[in-house]
């Protein structure tokens, strides 16, 4: 009880009556916070006041009488209220105990009668109040329950249910209570479909903890719901038995999370045991648990004998430091899983290369139970990946580095000698006459040559100095570290004495030697690319003083470099700007009269002036832009042709001198046909000229392309016969039809003798084999006659006419007058 004295309202339409019981009341102790002597001052009071009980009369003014006055103020505040009343007859009591009064007097009472009502009335109100709240509680607490919860008597009859058994039942509270638990609950057996014994009944006979049971409830609906029961006896604090209570789970949702996680294993160890890469589960100390098809056979292994094996060991020694640092990465919840390319050596000592995507299957407390690995075997592709490094860094016919690898090991070692102040070596190395190897025996054999060189060649220097093979027959050595020019040319002359050894295949004997240009770290370049050219610059010298030796680099030969490169710009800038021009040169047959023309490239230089090709074209042959301009002459002659013709003169004939560059060039034909074609000429109109050498250089590859030309209505004749090869039987092979007997034999016919014999032999031989010889270079009026005496078909030089462009021929010969006519162009 509280220490605070109670607070009473009196409600007594009687005023002696309500004065006598205040000073009573206050005379107990109590407080009286107001009388009212109607319905509506009652309850104005009540609001007003707030006591702690209420004495009311139920006979009162106002609209309503004490009973449902007591009703209204119990509306609005559960507070107790004792009737007083000189009534007690049935319907009065009748009515006051609907509104449930703690305490009823009837007039007149007695003093100790009010304060005994008073105390009763409030510890009644207290224990109501606190068995409504436990009440409230206890219903709150089982509709909060997730769980169906039914209660019985000991008679098995429902005492109540809660909303989450409401549900599954299919009733009501209300419609459940009183019935007997089998009325209302009807459970089967999950498989058979039978009835359950009567859990309630089977509870309140055992004790100990219940059992969780599994079954299938049906509802009043008709709806089947498998859940979990599980019924307990209800007992008091005397151990009576006071009822039964029962628990209904509903695991519907258990259930299919457990069909969803069956199938997905069953879908995982099928997708585990067809699955097209390997695929195992590894203990976390490394044992294999279970492996697939794939994985047993990409290990080489039995299925019953891999579980006997640690994934550990078959890891390659070279890589189990990677692989440990990847799993204590897992281990630790650093990585979620991790994929890598390693080594594994299976039992039969086979080394297969793998790409593993290893994760983690963990416990609730994050332990690492077991890992997933999948395993695919990569051994081809990598396999692949080498092959195609190889191809991209190495020489495929000797193994040695190639132009690429070559370029970046010099970087490297210039980068490591700048750093230590050391100096470096390029030797750039071309064999000797190797063109007659591959010209008389094959190319197999020069491939062979190649392969042997290279061997000498890795044999003959230090194992920390880099060979590789620029291509070719052009090979290159780096020193790396070297003390002075001495200890290099040591190396020359050994590198020279191995060259010198002749080679074997199919039992020929192979000879060869080589020239060799040096370059030097830092004293002539300090790139890569410069010491590259300035070795090549020096090995042309070398080949030059005699081959089979040996040239340093001077730096005297830097302005030459420089001239060079210069001169290689400057024919770029001719070609785009059309800066060339063709003159041409009359061909006269043995009676004096003009029988066709050679045109001869030209340079309008826009400082230097007119520029012959003997001082542009050996450049232009090495830096490539040959065939550009090639193809510009063969062009600017087409359409030349194309007007004579158009003006009338339609037996104009043109050849083109070929260089050896142009001629080695893949579309040479397409280019040739597709120029006549352009500009509507016949075949016919056009020959090609060619130097020996060109020819000569690949035999067989210049064979089948004059075959073809020929083939296409082209006329071939050799250019400068007499300086190169002069081989009967490459004449006798080629598709040829005529011969130009070299300058150079002209310049003192006819009194010396030897040049006479020579002269004579070509004409007499070129006679036989039925093709057309040409004296070219005739100057005086005695070479002429001396060619005319051998029987030399056409006579070309000074003596006649000098070389002039196309306008200032054309009214020489009066084109379009003269029939038979024709002219041979010239990019020499």
Same mark, same amino acid.
């Given at each position: 009880m509280s220490d605070k004295p109670t607070r009473v309202l009196i409600v007594e339409d009687e005023a002696i009556i309500a004065m006598d019981l205040a000073q009573r009341l206050e005379s107990y102790g109590y407080v009286v916070t107001g009388i009212a002597a109607s319905s509506d001052q009652a309850i104005e009071l009540f609001d007003s006041t707030g006591p702690d009980l209420v004495m009311m009369d139920i006979v009162i003014r106002g609209g309503m009488d004490g009973v449902e006055t007591a009703a209204r103020l119990r509306e609005r505040r559960d507070v107790p209220v004792i009737y007083l009343t000189a009534f007690s007859d049935d319907e009065t009591l009748r009515r006051a105990r609907a509104t449930a009064p703690q305490g009823y007097l009837l007039k007149p009472f007695r003093p100790d009668d009010i304060r005994a009502s008073i105390e009763v009335a409030l510890v009644k109100h207290a224990m109501d109040s606190r068995l409504r709240q436990s009440e409230e509680w206890f219903s709150r607490t089982l509709c909060s329950i997730g769980e169906g919860v039914v209660a019985t008597d000991t008679a098995g009859r429902v005492r109540m249910i809660n909303p989450i058994a409401e549900g599954l039942i299919g009733l009501s509270d209300a419609e459940a209570v009183g019935q007997p638990i089998g009325a209302i609950l009807d459970l089967r057996h999950e498989r058979s479909g039978l009835p359950v014994p009567d859990p309630v009944a089977g509870a309140m006979m055992m004790s100990g903890l219940p059992a969780q049971c599994p079954a299938l409830l049906t509802t009043r609906s008709g709806a089947v719901t498998p859940v979990e029961y599980a019924a307990a006896p209800i007992i008091a604090g005397d151990g009576e038995l006071m009822g039964c209570v029962l628990v209904l789970r509903d695991i519907a949702r258990r259930r299919e999370m457990e069909r969803a996680l069956a199938e997905s294993e069953r879908r995982f160890h %099928? &997708?585990?045991?067809?699955?097209?890469?390997?695929?195992?589960?590894?203990?976390?100390?490394?044992?294999?648990?279970?492996? +697939?098809?794939?994985?047993?056979?990409?290990?080489?292994?039995?299925?019953?004998?891999?579980?006997?094996?640690?994934? !550990?060991?078959?890891?390659?020694?070279? /890589? @189990?430091?990677?692989?440990? #640092?990847?799993?204590?990465?897992?281990?630790?919840?650093?990585?979620?899983?991790?994929?890598?390319?390693?080594?594994?050596?299976?039992?039969?000592?086979?080394?297969?290369?793998?790409?593993?995507?290893?994760?983690?299957?963990?416990?609730?407390?994050?332990?690492?139970?077991?890992?997933?690995?999948?395993?695919? /075997?990569?051994?081809?592709?990598?396999?692949?990946?080498?092959?195609?490094?190889?191809?991209?860094?190495? =020489?495929?016919?000797?193994?040695?580095? +190639?132009?690429?690898?070559?370029?970046?090991?010099?970087?490297?070692?210039?980068?490591?000698?700048?750093?230590?102040?050391?100096?470096?070596?390029?030797?750039?190395? =071309?064999? $000797?006459?190797?063109?007659?190897? +591959?010209?008389?025996?094959?190319?197999?054999?020069? $491939?062979?040559?190649?392969? $042997?060189? &290279?061997?000498?060649?890795?044999?003959?220097?230090?194992?920390? /100095?880099?060979?590789?093979?620029?291509?070719?027959?052009?090979?290159?050595?780096?020193?790396?570290?070297?003390?002075?020019? %001495?200890?290099?040319?040591?190396?020359?002359?050994? !590198?020279?004495?191995?060259?010198?050894?002749?080679?074997?295949?199919? #039992?020929?004997?192979?000879?060869?030697?080589? %020239?060799?240009?040096?370059?030097?770290?830092?004293?002539? &370049?300090?790139?890569?690319? @410069? !010491?590259?050219?300035?070795?090549? $610059?020096?090995?042309?010298?070398?080949?030059?003083?005699?081959?089979?030796?040996?040239?340093?680099?001077?730096?005297?030969?830097?302005?030459?470099?420089?001239?060079?490169?210069?001169?290689?710009?400057?024919?770029?800038?001719?070609?785009?700007? %059309?800066?060339?021009?063709?003159?041409?040169?009359?061909?006269?047959? &043995? /009676?004096?009269?003009?029988?066709?023309?050679?045109?001869?490239? @030209?340079?309008?230089?826009?400082?230097?002036? !007119?520029v012959a090709p003997d001082v542009f074209m050996q450049s232009a042959e090495r830096s490539g832009l040959i065939v550009p301009i090639g193809a510009w002459v063969l062009r600017t002659v087409c359409s030349q042709l194309r007007a004579w013709h158009d003006a009338g003169a339609v037996d104009v004939k043109v050849a083109v001198n070929l260089s050896a560059r142009q001629f080695r060039d893949p579309d040479l034909v397409g280019l040739v046909m597709g120029t006549l074609a352009e500009f509507d000429l016949d075949p016919s109109c056009l020959a090609l000229e060619l130097t020996e050498s060109s020819i000569m250089q690949q035999p067989e590859r210049a064979r089948a392309t004059l075959d073809e030309l020929r083939r296409n209505g082209l006329r071939i004749a050799v250019d400068d016969f007499g300086t190169g090869y002069s081989s009967l039987s490459y004449l006798k092979r080629l598709p040829i039809h005529a011969l130009k007997i070299d300058r150079s034999f002209m310049t003192d016919l006819p009194d010396n003798r030897e040049s006479g014999a020579i002269v004579s032999a070509i004409v007499t031989m070129s006679r036989a084999l039925g093709l057309t010889v040409v004296g070219e270079g005739v100057e005086n009026s005695a070479q002429a006659r001396f060619l005319n005496d051998l029987g030399c078909d056409l006579l070309q030089g000074f003596l006649f006419e000098q070389p002039a462009p196309a306008m200032v021929i054309e009214s020489l010969l009066g084109l379009g007058r003269r029939a038979g006519m024709g002219s041979a162009v010239s990019v020499q």
């Open positions: %099928s &997708a585990f045991e067809y699955a097209a890469i390997g695929m195992a589960l590894v203990a976390a100390d490394g044992r294999f648990l279970q492996a +697939n098809d794939v994985a047993v056979a990409m290990l080489g292994v039995h299925g019953e004998v891999i579980a006997g094996l640690s994934f !550990l060991h078959l890891c390659h020694e070279g /890589d @189990r430091p990677m692989l440990d #640092e990847y799993l204590a990465r897992l281990m630790d919840n650093s990585l979620p899983s991790f994929q890598i390319e390693l080594r594994l050596v299976t039992p039969d000592s086979r080394v297969v290369w793998a790409l593993l995507s290893v994760s983690a299957v963990r416990d609730d407390r994050g332990t690492t139970r077991y890992y997933i690995v999948q395993l695919q /075997d990569v051994t081809a592709r990598r396999s692949a990946e080498e092959q195609l490094v190889f191809v991209a860094y190495y =020489d495929a016919l000797t193994g040695l580095s +190639n132009r690429t690898q070559i370029n970046r090991q010099l970087e490297q070692s210039i980068a490591f000698c700048r750093r230590r102040g050391e100096q470096l070596a390029v030797m750039f190395i =071309d064999l $000797d006459n190797f063109k007659l190897v +591959n010209g008389s025996l094959g190319h197999n054999a020069g $491939d062979a040559l190649l392969r $042997d060189v &290279a061997r000498r060649l890795k044999g003959a220097v230090r194992e920390t /100095d880099i060979v590789g093979r620029l291509g070719g027959d052009e090979f290159v050595v780096i020193l790396p570290g070297v003390e002075d020019d %001495s200890a290099v040319a040591g190396v020359c002359t050994k !590198l020279i004495a191995a060259m010198e050894l002749p080679c074997t295949f199919e #039992e020929h004997l192979i000879q060869t030697s080589c %020239s060799i240009g040096i370059s030097r770290f830092p004293n002539d &370049a300090v790139t890569g690319d @410069r !010491l590259i050219v300035a070795a090549d $610059d020096a090995m042309y010298r070398a080949k030059e003083l005699g081959k089979n030796g040996f040239v340093f680099y001077s730096s005297e030969w830097g302005r030459q470099i420089n001239q060079r490169m210069v001169l290689e710009a400057d024919l770029r800038r001719a070609l785009a700007e %059309s800066q060339f021009e063709l003159h041409y040169q009359p061909i006269h047959d &043995a /009676d004096g009269g003009v029988h066709s023309l050679e045109a001869l490239l @030209r340079w309008q230089h826009p400082e230097r002036g !007119l």
